[in-house]
C-alpha cells in the first residue's frame, strides 16, 4: 500500500504507524464505490430504489456484530470512536440522572479524559485509576474508586501508545456486581485481539473504522440488549432512534467489509504480524544502546511496540526517520514547545530520560519482513548520531531530568 500524492505515485512509504490510522484496504474501496454513483438512494426511503441501499447497510451492520459476537440490533453506526466514547459516557449520565461519577483510567484516550474532565466543570465526578510500571492496570483501585453514585466504568481494551491490554472482562465484572454500566473503548483492539460480545458482561464498546482498514469518518457503538443509554443525536429515526441523521451508507458498507476481512486475518494477526513486530524489537534493542520496552511484553496487542531511546528526543528521531521514509509516532508532546512527555508514559512512571525518546512502531498485516530490516538497518545509526549532537548524550540523568523538570514548570 503505496503513499499517493496529487494522485501520483510515490516512492513507497514504509508504514508503521497503523495505531494512528490505516490504510483503506484495497476491497473495501471496491466495496464502497458504487455507493458514491449508481446506489445513491436512502436507506430509510419507502421506495424499493432506497430499500436495495437498506439491504446493503443491513448487511454491513451484520458483518459488524459478527467481528464483535454480537447481534445486528446491538450496533450503533457512528462518525468515529470519538462519538462512541462520547455517546456512551453521556448517553449513560443522562440515562441514570440521580448518578453523576465515572471511574476511568489515567491512560485513557483523550475521547475519553478529556471528555470526563470537562463534566468535571458541569458538575459531575471522576476518579482516574493508576498503572504499574509496565502498564497494568491496578485493580483494587477500581474497586476502591467505586462509589454510591458511580453510573459508569470506562476503560480501554488496549492502549493506543503501549498495546497493554486491560483485563476489561473482569472490569465488567466489577461493575456488574455494583449494578454499575461498562463502557470499554476497544478502537485499538478490535480486529487485533479475539472478542466475542456474547459472552461477556460488556455493556458498551467503542469502535473506528480507520483503525481496521476503512476509511475515516466511520464507527461504531456497541449497546447491550437492554442498556439504558440516552440519544446522542437527536432527530430522526435513525438507529432504532439511537443516534438520528441519514445514514452513511458508504461508509457503513466499507466498515462491514473491514470486519469481514478482519475476521479473516485475526490468525495473521496474532501470528505473522507478531513475529515482526517481535523482530522489530529484538533487532533494535541489540543494535541501539540504552534502549528500552514501555509496557508488559506479555498481555499487549500483537502489533504494537513502543521503545524509548534514552537521552535524545523522540521528535529528533522520527524528523531523520521521515527523510528514509519511515513514518511512526512518538510518545512526547515536544511539538507543542514543551518537554512535557506522554500522559500514559508519566501514568507509567517512566523517567524523563526514557519518556521524552519514546517511539511508537505500530504494525498491520501489510507491512513485510523487508520493511523491518530496513527499519533495523537505519535506525540504530540516527540515534547515535543524535547522542552525539546531544548535550545530554552522555547520559546525564541528573541534568536531563532538571531541565525537563524546568521546561515543565515554564
Given at each position: 500500500m503505496s503513499a499517493q500524492t496529487g494522485g501520483k505515485e510515490q516512492e513507497r512509504w514504509i508504514y508503521l504507524d497503523n495505531n494512528a490510522t490505516t490504510g483503506v484496504a484495497p476491497e473495501v474501496l471496491e466495496a464502497m464505490m458504487p455507493f458514491f454513483g449508481q446506489r445513491y438512494g436512502n436507506a430509510s426511503s419507502m421506495h424499493s430504489f432506497g430499500g436495495l441501499v437498506r439491504r446493503d447497510l443491513d448487511r454491513g451492520r451484520e458483518e459488524v456484530a459478527a467481528l464483535l459476537g454480537?447481534?445486528?440490533?446491538?450496533?450503533?453506526?457512528?462518525?468515529?470512536?470519538?462519538?462512541?466514547?462520547?455517546?456512551?459516557?453521556?448517553?449513560?449520565?443522562?440515562?441514570?440522572?440521580?448518578?453523576?461519577?465515572?471511574?476511568?483510567?489515567?491512560?485513557?484516550?483523550?475521547?475519553?479524559?478529556?471528555?470526563?474532565?470537562?463534566?468535571?466543570?458541569?458538575?459531575?465526578?471522576?476518579?482516574?485509576?493508576?498503572?504499574?510500571?509496565?502498564?497494568?492496570?491496578?485493580?483494587?483501585?477500581?474497586?476502591?474508586?467505586?462509589?454510591?453514585?458511580?453510573?459508569?466504568?470506562?476503560?480501554?481494551?488496549?492502549?493506543?501508545?503501549?498495546?497493554?491490554?486491560?483485563?476489561?472482562?473482569?472490569?465488567?465484572?466489577?461493575?456488574?456486581?455494583?449494578?454499575?454500566?461498562f463502557h470499554t473503548d476497544a478502537v485499538q483492539a478490535v480486529g487485533k485481539l479475539p472478542i466475542d460480545l456474547g459472552s461477556s458482561a460488556i455493556d458498551l464498546l467503542t469502535l473506528s473504522g480507520h483503525k481496521l482498514h476503512a476509511p475515516k469518518g466511520v464507527g461504531a457503538l456497541y449497546v447491550r440488549r437492554g442498556t439504558k443509554l440516552f440519544p446522542f443525536l437527536v432527530g430522526g429515526h435513525q438507529e432504532d432512534g439511537r443516534r438520528g441523521g441519514t445514514e452513511n451508507v458508504p461508509g457503513i458498507v466499507a466498515l462491514g467489509e473491514a470486519c469481514r476481512l478482519a475476521r479473516l486475518h485475526l490468525d495473521e494477526e496474532q501470528t505473522r504480524v507478531r513475529r515482526l513486530r517481535n523482530r522489530l524489537e529484538e533487532g533494535l534493542l541489540a543494535r541501539a544502546r540504552d534502549a528500552l520496552v514501555n509496557g508488559d511484553r506479555q498481555q499487549r496487542l500483537p502489533n504494537t511496540s513502543n521503545i524509548s531511546f534514552r537521552y535524545i528526543e523522540g521528535e529528533a528521531i522520527l524528523l531523520l526517520l521521515d527523510r528514509f521514509r519511515i513514518a511512526a509516532s512518538s510518545g512526547s508532546a515536544c511539538t507543542s514547545g514543551s518537554l512535557e512527555p506522554s500522559h500514559v508514559l508519566r501514568a507509567m512512571g517512566v523517567p524523563y530520560t526514557a519518556a521524552h525518546g519514546s517511539i511508537r512502531f505500530s504494525l498491520s498485516r501489510y507491512n513485510v519482513a523487508e520493511e523491518i530490516e530496513r527499519v533495523i538497518e537505519v535506525l540504530p545509526p540516527i540515534v547515535e548520531r543524535l547522542r552525539a549532537i546531544s548535550p545530554f548524550g552522555r547520559g546525564d540523568e541528573r541534568t536531563w531530568t532538571g531541565q525537563a523538570e524546568e521546561e515543565h514548570r515554564h
Open positions: 454480537a447481534h445486528p440490533a446491538e450496533i450503533v453506526f457512528t462518525s468515529c470512536g470519538t462519538e462512541g466514547d462520547n455517546h456512551a459516557i453521556l448517553g449513560t449520565l443522562r440515562a441514570n440522572p440521580g448518578k453523576r461519577h465515572v471511574v476511568t483510567s489515567r491512560v485513557e484516550h483523550p475521547a475519553v479524559r478529556s471528555l470526563v474532565r470537562a463534566l468535571a466543570e458541569q458538575g459531575y465526578s471522576y476518579t482516574e485509576v493508576g498503572v504499574d510500571a509496565v502498564g497494568r492496570l491496578v485493580l483494587d483501585e477500581v474497586r476502591e474508586a467505586i462509589r454510591p453514585d458511580t453510573a459508569l466504568l470506562s476503560f480501554m481494551w488496549a492502549n493506543n501508545e503501549t498495546g497493554v491490554i486491560f483485563p476489561v472482562e473482569e472490569l465488567a465484572q466489577i461493575a456488574h456486581a455494583r449494578g454499575i454500566v
